[in-house]
Structure formats: structure tokens, C-alpha cells
């Protein structure tokens, strides 16, 4: 077993572990805990495939970003006491189906798919600068649209979330 | 083998081959993580001990005092007792505390700072990993403290540690912006984000001096808002003693809040070491573009000196702020970031990159 091998395998042990645990948890806040968990360890599985951007990336926006914004909700929301409660066989049998039916999905383009053998030399590590070109580059595979299309969304999003928690004068 | 202050590369790499020659590759790999994992920890707790007791001296002089001046010549060996009497010191048992939450907390802060500093080069060659992307990489591991914070400050069932646990979480996502931002300026001036290559390229001149004022101005605005970041004072409302007794870490004891005071410092020293290589060149001697002579002169002073030198300067200038500037209102602390420091980071990135674009850089 190389040593990649093995930190593959620990990072796949605690994605599975805590993911199952993320779902089953009847306190909230473990559950973002375990979700945060989930997020960390799949940010070490693209350090170990060196796309250190992605990873880094993965670490300040969902790990740093958006768990710390779920924790910052329930802090704000719910008391220590509580508990979810057990939802009950009607809901647990079609989430368990949509969710064994995703799996079935990925899991056969997977194994149906053609992974080459060899990977080319010097694709192995996407250099960060061909990123940022790609990122501002209008031509083809540029994406300098969607970049821009994006940012007017965030900004609906945002005026819509301030005119949303704006008190009326009325 | 020749070994020099001035250049580790030889040193590692010597250490690599043998434990290549003697070892299967795994083991070697093993061996190797296991050496720098306990020398990081050791320099960690040493560095981490020093800071404390520095921060008392600073104070002390700071209020006119002596300070701890009784065990060992200066009362330097004061923060090793204190350390002593933390590891004896019961662990308080709470009883409608979220336990696990409760003892995983200052775990997460912990390891947060300690994956940071992995990323930071301290000599020559004395580099544990050197990243393409290291001061994104610093950002992004830094970033996961505060969900310590959070969990400390809620799952002890404590008013007082979830208005402090509240506070820093405010303060430190907010202040976050500032700090990648201003390193964005530098890294508009450097053209890379690899802290090597970042040192190297202050090899004429560090880059506080290159890039003219929008530098300047960015390094100014580094120290306020890593000053927020790792909650201290002027912006340590999140601990405010006269307020929430001790905030986020009241119901912590023993080693478990020692956890909470070492990451503390240590997010001390480690922004401190971003602003010392990225502002200040790091291990790079103080060198002028030219004179070839006094860069010399600069020289013979070895790396690790001049990078323990301006890391502990700038560690100076926080706690000289501390010890100085009364304590901010949470809405004083968030019109400051987003009111001036964001607005003036902007406008600062722009006129950064109109500067490289135009080569008016040295």
C-alpha cells in the first residue's frame, strides 16, 4: 500500500462515516459539525489528486463559508435541548430510494466510463495562472459570460436579501 | 554533507536520502511527516509559551510596571510554571454541555493554526510545504478556526459564551475580506502566490518598498484586520472580561482553555509571519536594488535571524496596539470594516494593478 493509497482510504472512511452521520444525527448542530467534517476530508482527497486550487477553494467556501453560516443559523435559531424528531416511515422510504437511486446512477458511469491509463506529463497539476486566463477569457472555453452572469445573480440575491430583512416604515 | 545557517536545502535534503537509503519508500515518507509534525509541535509550544510571556513584558512596560520578574532571571521561566499549574488543573465537568461538541472545539481551533503555519517558510530551505497557491492555502486553513470558536461558545450552554462566540463570529468572518484582499494587492505585485517564489522575488528590495504606497497602505491594512481576526485587543470584544467574563472559553478549564490561550497566540505569530514574508521579505535580508556591497554586508546575517527579527517586530506592534487603543463597540467594529477598510482595499487592488500594468514598480 503506498502512502497515497492509504490517505485515499482515510479520507474515503471519514467522507462515508460522517456523511451517514450527518444524515442520522438528531441534533443539529452535530450535524453541521459532521458536515464540516465531510467538507474538510473531501478538500484532503483533491490535495491528494494536487488540485491544490480546487482544494483550497473547497476549504474557504464551504468549509470556512457555508458551515460557519449553518452554524451561525442555528446558533441563532435553536436551544441546546432540542432535538429533531424521528421523521416517520413515509418520508424515510422515498428519501432512502432517491438517494440509492443517485448512487446506482454514479456509481454505473463510473465503472462504465473509460478512464485512460496513462495521464499525460504536466497535466497532473493544473497551474493556478491557466485558471485565472480561463477565468477572464472571452474566447472559447473562456468564461469570462458566465463569470459576469453570475455576479448579477449574486447581486439580485443580495438586494432581494436586504429588501427582504429591511423593516418597513408603515 | 555541508551543512550552513544560511541555506538548509543540503541539511533536508541529506535527512531525505538517508532515510531513503535505509528505509522502504513508505516508511521513509513516515518518518519524515513524523520529524516535521514534532518539530512544527515543538516550535509551536516553544514559540507559543515566549509569546505569552512577551505579551506580559510589552504590557508590563507599556503600563509602567516590572511585570513577572520572580521565577528564573526576568521571570522567564514564568509561562513554563503557568503551563505546569494549567496541566494540573481539573477539567471541569458540565453538565448540560453538548459533550461532544464541547471537547472536539478546541481541537478545531487548534488544528486550524497549526495547519496554517505547515505552509509558512522559515529559512532557506526550511520549508515544510511549499504550495502554488500557499497564501490561499494560509487563507483557506485559517478560515476553519472560527467554527471552533462557534461550537466552544454554544455548546456550553452558557449566555455569555454564545454572545462571545456571536461577536467573533461577526467579527471574524467580516475581517477575513480585509486580510485575503490585502494580500491580493501584493499578490497582483508579485505575480505568484507560492511563498517561495514571493520571497525570492524580494530578493531587490522587499515589496513594501516596491510597490510604492498602495503597498503601504495594504500592509497597513493587513495589521488592523489580522489584528481583528485573531480576536485581539482593540478588537477582543468576543472576550470582553468586564462584559462576558471571559466569552467564548468561559466554561472551559485546565488544558482544554490553555488550547484556546496557545491558538490564540499562535494565529498571532502566524499572521505575523504572513506580514513579515509577504510585506517584509520573510527570510530575505534587507537588500537594495544595486548596491551591491551593503547587500552583502545584509548577508551575513543569516535568514532564520532576520525572519524571527520582523515577525516579532510586527508581533510587537499588535500588542503595542493592544496595550494602547480602548476596546471597540461591535457596531464601531463592523462600520470600520465595512465602511472604510473594504472600500479603501478596493480602490487600493486598482490602483495596484494600474501600477504593475503601467511598470512604475521597481
Known amino acids: 500500500m503506498t502512502p497515497n493509497q492509504l490517505m485515499f482510504a482515510i479520507f474515503s472512511a471519514v467522507i462515508i462515516i460522517f456523511s451517514i452521520l450527518t444524515v442520522t444525527s438528531r441534533r443539529i448542530l452535530r450535524a453541521a459539525t459532521y458536515l464540516l467534517f465531510v467538507l474538510v476530508a473531501t478538500g484532503g482527497m483533491y490535495f491528494l489528486l494536487r488540485f491544490n486550487f480546487l482544494a483550497a477553494i473547497q476549504l474557504t467556501l464551504y468549509a470556512g463559508g457555508i458551515v460557519v453560516l449553518i452554524i451561525f443559523s442555528i446558533l441563532l435559531t435553536s436551544h441546546i435541548g432540542d432535538k429533531l424528531e424521528q421523521p416517520d416511515l413515509k418520508k424515510i422510504i422515498p428519501a432512502f430510494l432517491a438517494a440509492a437511486a443517485g448512487m446506482v446512477i454514479t456509481v454505473f458511469t463510473i465503472l462504465k466510463h473509460n478512464f485512460p491509463q496513462e495521464v499525460a506529463a504536466g497535466t497532473d497539476r493544473t497551474d493556478i495562472r491557466v485558471i485565472a486566463k480561463s477565468l477572464i477569457s472571452t474566447e472559447k472555453f473562456g468564461y469570462a459570460l458566465p463569470f459576469e452572469v453570475i455576479s448579477i445573480l449574486l447581486l439580485a440575491a443580495m438586494v432581494g436579501a436586504i429588501i427582504l430583512a429591511k423593516k418597513r416604515n408603515d | ?16 536520502k538517508v532515510l531513503y537509503d535505509n528505509l522502504p519508500a513508505f516508511w521513509a515518507i513516515a518518518v519524515e511527516m513524523t520529524i516535521i509534525g514534532v518539530a512544527i509541535l515543538l516550535f509551536y509550544a516553544l514559540i507559543g509559551l515566549f509569546l505569552v510571556y512577551a505579551e506580559r513584558k510589552v504590557c508590563a512596560f507599556m503600563q509602567n510596571r516590572v511585570g513577572p520578574n520572580r521565577v528564573g532571571p526576568f521571570g522567564f521561566f514564568q509561562t513554563i510554571a503557568d503551563l505546569f499549574k494549567l496541566l494540573m488543573k481539573e477539567l471541569v465537568y458540565i453538565k448540560n454541555a453538548d459533550k461532544l461538541l464541547f471537547n472536539i472545539a478546541p481541537f478545531i481551533v487548534i488544528i486550524a493554526s497549526f495547519m496554517a503555519i505547515a505552509a509558512i517558510p522559515f529559512a532557506k530551505g526550511l520549508h515544510a510545504i511549499d ?38 463570529g461577526a467579527q471574524i468572518v467580516s475581517y477575513e475580506l480585509s486580510v485575503g484582499l490585502s494580500l491580493v494587492t501584493i499578490i497582483i505585485l508579485a505575480g505568484t502566490m507560492q511563498f517561495s517564489a514571493i520571497v525570492e522575488g524580494q530578493a531587490n528590495g522587499w515589496f513594501i518598498f516596491k510597490g510604492h504606497i498602495p503597498a503601504f497602505i495594504a500592509f497597513i491594512v493587513f495589521l488592523i484586520a489580522s489584528t481583528a481576526e485573531t480576536n485581539r485587543g482593540p478588537f477582543d470584544l468576543a472576550e470582553a472580561e468586564s462584559e462576558l467574563t471571559a466569552g467564548f472559553h468561559t466554561e472551559y478549564s485546565g488544558i482544554k482553555f490553555a488550547f484556546f490561550f496557545l491558538a490564540e497566540y499562535m494565529n498571532m505569530f502566524i499572521v505575523a509571519s504572513i506580514a513579515a514574508t509577504v510585506f517584509l521579505g520573510g527570510w530575505m535580508p534587507f537588500h537594495v536594488g544595486g548596491w551591491e556591497g551593503f547587500n552583502h554586508i545584509m548577508d551575513f546575517i543569516p535568514p532564520f535571524v532576520w525572519y524571527i527579527g520582523k515577525t516579532f517586530f510586527i508581533i510587537w506592534i499588535m500588542m503595542w496596539f493592544k496595550w494602547t487603543f480602548p476596546r471597540l463597540r461591535i457596531d464601531q467594529l463592523l462600520t ?23 511598470g512604475w514598480h521597481f
Open chain 2, 1 to 16: 554533507m555541508n551543512f550552513s545557517i544560511y541555506d538548509f536545502t543540503s541539511f533536508t535534503q541529506w535527512i531525505d
Open chain 2, 131 to 168: 504550495f502554488d497557491i500557499g497564501i490561499l492555502y494560509v487563507i483557506a486553513v485559517s478560515s476553519l478556526g472560527v467554527v471552533g470558536i462557534l461550537l466552544a461558545g454554544w455548546s456550553s450552554n452558557n449566555k455569555y459564551s454564545l454572545i462571545g462566540a456571536m461577536r467573533s
Open chain 2, 336 to 358: 470600520l470594516e465595512w465602511k472604510y477598510l473594504l472600500p479603501i482595499n478596493l480602490v487600493n487592488i486598482l490602483i495596484m494593478a494600474f501600477i504593475v500594468l503601467m
